[in-house]
């Protein structure tokens, strides 16, 4: 079977590989994978050499939908033929953080990525994908839908009437701003270009704000606010933006911090901060139980995930540059 | 000005009275009644002699909607014109639930009810009017808003893929089902006639299940969520209801007791309880944090209640009849 | 090895039988079991042909307390001689209460009970046994251990200061008193017997009171409280002594609904309940999360269960007689 | 009467003014002044001009006991001889926290302090002083009690057998130390004094380790907890200290903003704070009902605050002096 590795730093590095197809061992099933959605992680990464630290060659990416091709001994949970997606955090089940060690571990590193014909996977790591979504659009459940559905639902106890923001028109921003318009919410999107502004506001969107003039987006969206500041604010970008993000702030109001994409270092005042009570929750991703929960929500609520492009396996670096440019939405590589 | 007394036992009591316009004592504002709802309780006390503990004539209802006339001293939160609703809970600002006594009590017994032209009123009892909403429809805000809100969204965290049963299709029922289905809940309404079935329906209910042969609706709902349950139950009926709503349950589900209907006392089966981890939480409405949030969600998400019928000032006995007929949706009084 | 067999109804059913070591298949280990305490549950079905649909014969019994004798293919959890319990639900990690089927059981019904030399069981269902305790005391925990903490900690979020009610001097009760007390709370023992009172005065209570006289407990539990009522009650008994339950708690109480001594129908009147926010929370125990976490607390604080009598494994049946009699804590049986 | 006045920057602009005596107004009573706890923040207002936005002169301090002299109009909340301490947050009865504006502000500014003789206050802002402490005790409830009982038990939810970080002896630092131990959890205390190490031991300590040598605290801090972290930690410091104190965390731990002492700018690498689900909470005192649950949890488990020293009314200077020395534990002004 076909895989794509990472042998070094940069995009130049990629190499679609021939490997055995894996066998499941007990407890595991076969999964041919069928669609991968990508990440900012998976491009960071490649960029930095961050997967020399698992081993290389490593198979890069974080998300898959595919369907059961065997089954090993000891699984009652699939049958061939049921359509799948992964839990992330492989082996978190539910309820609290665990450690990351032994028995949990993340696809895309360590565990070895999803960009691959088949896995042999713990039958116990993948939930159902949804009946009434895709392969393509499956595949953006794993990271990109999790992270908003903890960060919002789970976690963020958002309730109707309420205001969030979401930073730029990534897939999970987009898929977040979906999310919390389908629960009743207000949702402030924040970007820098006038032609993502209104395919903004096609998808929902309450108000649009400018980020190109720095921290002013938070003045914005007291102004909309009439005062008050936000409740939910999904913060993907860190650095002084999370500034921006505790300005923005209503009293109560709940921070996910979830990106790095501005900076691996975060901060912000602590005065703001502390009189207005606010939380900042980090989150990387979430539990399979939410994540069975989200699928239930999918297929309950009609949502629809906003997907940029498609390509086939054997382009994953077009797929890779096409994220760089900034998509609209996720980038989807088929099988 | 005109109010209306209750001197006894039954709906004969009734009396349309003429007394004095109150005046706003310090921290109080004036307010004219515009529009009043009945609830299931206004008929329960009438018929009962229940107002006569808290001394005769006494004033019956517990919901409002009118609008500020004259503003007492040391009142900030309120000009005069203003749209405002009362808090059922006069003086439960948030958080936990108070002792009812001295500092908190709720309209319509022990304080005097709502159905009365002019009312002084301390203005910490009061909340703003939803802007999107009528006088008769913001009226149905404080009791059964409140408690549909409280229920479903600040204490049972319902979330976009769970399923609801609502009981029966009276004001509150039919108000959880919009509110339900607005945040991306499946809804299951219980009701014993075919034409009421259908107006569930029409109103977005996911499915309708007959409950005239008794304990058969849990089954049905069994049946529907495959086997699995029902996250939130609303009880309003009380009684063996409950042991129906137990044996309906998901594991870890939530059965909002906020309804007598049936009997005083509640019975139900412990075992099947303790399996499933069942939680019964009684709900006596809400706190003024949650009724403003909840006139919040109301004017962001464009919700809509059920009123049945609306009637003059003077025909409260008709609205109170009606009520006992078992209308689709609230019964209003206008002024 | 021997084990302990349930051949029909009641006592006289019991029989000791001998059968092969079992053999640890992938993912499991060999638990050499040397404490069973008993349950009151182990005793209502040997008494009621409760294990009948289980299939006959049946090992009863659902706490241990053991050592890892050999560890099966793919177990990295524990190794050859450490100390563990069993987690009463086995299979459940973490997180919200899961269907009770496939994946999820409970020890002693329907899967075997743990009244047996030797048991082989997948290593997820266990955890380390407190290293400050006996194999006696340590088989304590399954079930009455963390009953207690799920209802008290992790569920019921008890704050110094509050105020909870125990009912009786059973193992769950005493338990629940010493960590009650441990984390600055109140604790007020109902009992029938003078004797008891002393005792439970001894082991830290802050008021006993006589519920000899029916439904009285409750009046002394709200003058011990001037009037406000109790935070917790831990409801062992059902039946309408739930009733009393709820006229003693106070505004916003937590009823832990954990028994059914008295009835399988529990009965509470609905009025009451709606007008404090009751919370009634029937509790089957808890997940491996909890109990690891109860664990670590027995190590930090020193706590020290009461235990009643030990006996030897041949002896269950005097055992299961002294448990009849309303022991003041544990029985519990050695190996 | 007399009372202290902050005329201008730094600690010489201090004058002892002669004043009238307030009348209470509608719903206020007259509160003599027995006590006033000082803050960290009554020292860096005085120390940089803070109090210059809220007009000079201007009386400083945010914590108090006294007893009630007098009673306004509408009072029925205390009688004349009451002890009581004040709520921080002034009209902040419960719930979520609200808008600092109109309704909600705080004891020493934007609301004048309480460092004088006598005040005038609403008496929804006081709450009963626990009946077993002196008033020099109960003047350290309102901001250091309230945040240590907010940080760890309302909102922190600390649970037996976890692991508490707290940052230095200071009054905030020792009376968490002390709360933390009593409910059963392990607490590490940071220093860099020997003899303050020996101090906290012996108030009950876990641990104690030196914060010396910059970062190294949290290694020590895993290293004691056998690589899991600490589960809560109270970040007094800000600036980078908080980057120790997400590395020290356990995963799902929680680290309570409370205080500015390093640098008023927090910053924190945001990789390790995702990959452990950080929380960080930011905590300004707390609202009037955790006030109240803190007084009777103190009545119940015998709690006892760490008092550095006490100074009479006119020697407030020599006070502040020696707050900036490093007290162990609170230092307090009596009149």
């Known amino acids: 079977m076909k895989t794509w590795h990472v042998t070094g730093p940069g995009i130049e590095s990629l190499r679609l590989a021939e490997v055995d197809v894996p066998i499941p061992g007990w407890g595991e099933v076969l999964v041919r994978v069928d669609a991968v959605s990508l990440n900012y992680r998976d491009q960071l990464l490649i960029a930095n050499d961050g997967y020399a630290r698992f081993g290389l060659p490593f198979t890069p990416c974080s998300d898959m939908a595919g369907s059961i091709e065997a089954v090993g001994q000891g699984v009652s949970r699939f049958a061939v033929g049921d359509r799948v997606i992964n839990n992330f955090n492989g082996g978190w089940i539910d309820g609290n953080p665990p450690r990351r060690d032994g028995e949990i571990a993340s696809f895309g590193g360590p565990l070895p990525g999803t960009l691959t014909e088949y ?48 930073q730029g028109t990534g897939g999970f921003s987009l898929f977040a701003l979906e999310l919390a318009r389908r629960v009743g919410a207000e949702v402030i999107v924040t970007t820098t270009s006038a032609t993502k502004a209104e395919r903004a506001y096609a998808l929902g969107a309450t108000h649009v704000v400018d980020r190109n003039d720095g921290s002013k987006w938070a003045e914005q969206v007291k102004a909309i606010t009439k005062g008050r500041g936000a409740d939910h604010i999904l913060e993907v970008a860190g650095g002084r933006n999370l500034e921006s993000s505790v300005a923005a702030l209503a009293p109560g109001g709940h921070i996910s911090l979830v990106g790095v994409i501005e900076s691996f270092d975060s901060t912000f005042p602590s005065v703001p901060a502390i009189h207005s009570f606010a939380t900042i929750q980090a989150i990387y991703v979430g539990h399979r139980a939410g994540l069975e929960r989200l699928v239930r929500a999918v297929d309950t609520c009609g949502l629809s995930p906003t997907i940029d492009s498609e390509f086939d396996f054997a382009e994953f670096p077009h797929a890779l540059a096409r994220l760089q440019q900034g998509p609209f939405g996720k980038v989807v590589v088929r099988r």
Do not use: F
């Open 119 to 166: 896995m042999a996977l713990p039958a116990e790591w993948l939930v159902k994908a949804p009946s009434s979504w895709s392969d393509a659009q499956a595949s953006t459940l794993p990271c990109t839908g999790l992270t908003a559905w903890m960060s919002l639902i789970e976690i963020g106890r958002l309730m109707p009437g309420q205001t969030v923001v979401v």
